[in-house]
């Protein structure tokens, strides 16, 4: 039976568990013997459960709680010397994870590498009749469910990459379905504009009775996250601005742009599904930090997110993208802080296109963000608001 992959290591997806050890009170000492190694042999494309960007297997330990393989533990500091691994009378040194004590730690399996002390052939690959004998040791009250596994080996470089990849992917789809919403509610008003009946419906709630504008995108919508959750929203009524920050209005939030890991400015701007404060992390930051200790706690609300439940943040996204990359800030604004604009000018953000008063798009173009000096800058022309999904 297979540890759920809700507990799996990105770095390590499981093929197959060749055994499992139990460290206890009056069992410190457990060991197995093989006569063989004989490593799995699977394609990259064999559609494995592990999902696997690799074809090179490795032979992997993973700690567990006692008499529950399903809740991964951490490993104990291997200067503590509460156990030792051993293969092929080799010990094992090198590898070993850092398992960080936290309060509340969300942990996926910590894999020790074991693959480096196996015989191998001329060409580097683990030898398939070479036999082999793993002791485990515990020298204190260290104790643990351990399981011994095939495992797809993944670096970590190539996580990084392709989960940032998707989540950037699924982002842009995002951009690019709002800008085809907006451009066909625009082809629509100019329908009717041009129809022979021009009477407004005055009880229709969608309409603004002074200027006699037609709401033309719904400022509500779901991101769509891995296994199909959607973003919490944004918390709405509460006033950030202070009176003494300049630049700085009531009800605006002043969001910094750095990564709380790193406190550099953040190329991916992301948080959990579930998260509901303003603030985000870089991803690739986040991910690299939490496959080198194997939790996976919100650096700014401690709560789980697991590299499945990470969301492009699209309204500090869309703020990275636009700003120059020395500038650190930005303030969040209007309903649930799904819009934006820089210190010290005047809301404008992200535009889908741009309507006049009858509804008709410029071109049908996507307009690029502008920062605009002058309230009446925009004169006849509004921007239509891409209010990103938080």
């Not at 008499?67 to 030792?84: K, N, V």
């Not at 009749?129 to 351990?146: E, F, Q």
């Not at 719904?218 to 769509?224: L, Q």
């Not at 996976?296 to 997110?305: K, R, T």
Request: glycine share 6%.
């Amino acid at each position: 039976m297979l540890p759920p992959r809700s507990v799996e290591s990105p770095c390590f997806p499981i093929h197959s568990v060749i055994c499992r050890f139990d460290l206890t009170p009056t069992n410190s000492s457990v060991s197995s013997i093989l006569k063989r190694v004989d490593p799995p042999k699977v394609a990259p494309d064999s559609g494995h459960r592990s999902d696997q960007r690799s074809a090179v297997m490795g032979l992997v330990l993973f700690p567990c709680q006692l008499g529950d393989p399903t809740r991964p533990i951490g490993w104990p500091p291997l200067s503590a010397e509460l156990c030792t691994v051993a293969v092929n009378d080799n010990y094992v040194t090198t590898g070993w994870p850092r398992c960080p004590v936290r309060g509340a730690s969300h942990r996926t399996l910590a894999g020790l590498p074991l693959s480096p002390y196996l015989q191998r052939k001329s060409d580097g690959s683990i030898c398939e009749d070479a036999p082999l004998k793993v002791n485990i040791v515990s020298h204190g009250k260290w104790v643990a469910t351990l399981l011994l596994a095939w495992c797809s080996v993944v670096d970590v470089d190539t996580v990084v990459q392709c989960t940032v990849t998707e989540l950037m992917g699924r982002y842009r789809r995002q951009q690019l379905g709002d800008v085809s919403r907006s451009l066909s509610v625009s082809t629509n008003l100019t329908m009717a504009s041009s129809s022979s009946d021009t009477t407004l419906n005055l009880d229709d709630p969608n309409v603004d009775v002074d200027s006699g504008w037609v709401d033309a995108v719904e400022t509500k919508c779901d991101r769509a996250c891995p296994q199909g959750n959607s973003a919490a929203p944004r918390p709405t009524g509460v006033i950030v601005g202070l009176e003494n920050d300049a630049g700085v209005d009531e009800g605006e939030a002043l969001v910094t742009l750095r990564c709380p890991l790193s406190y550099q400015r953040m190329k991916t701007a992301g948080r959990g599904h579930l998260c509901t404060h303003l603030t985000c992390f870089d991803v690739g930051t986040y991910i690299v930090s939490c496959l080198n200790s194997n939790a996976w706690n919100c650096p700014i609300c401690d709560g789980p997110v697991f590299i499945r439940d990470i969301c492009i943040d699209d309204t500090l996204q869309s703020a990275l993208e636009a700003l120059d990359t020395d500038v650190y800030s930005v303030l969040l604004l209007g309903q649930g802080y799904r819009q934006w604009r820089s210190v010290g000018s005047t809301p404008c953000v992200t535009a889908v296109c741009r309507t006049d008063k009858h509804g008709m798009s410029e071109e049908g173009q996507t307009k690029h963000v502008e920062t605009l000096a002058d309230a009446n800058a925009c004169d006849d022309a509004e921007c239509v608001v891409n209010t990103a999904c938080a």
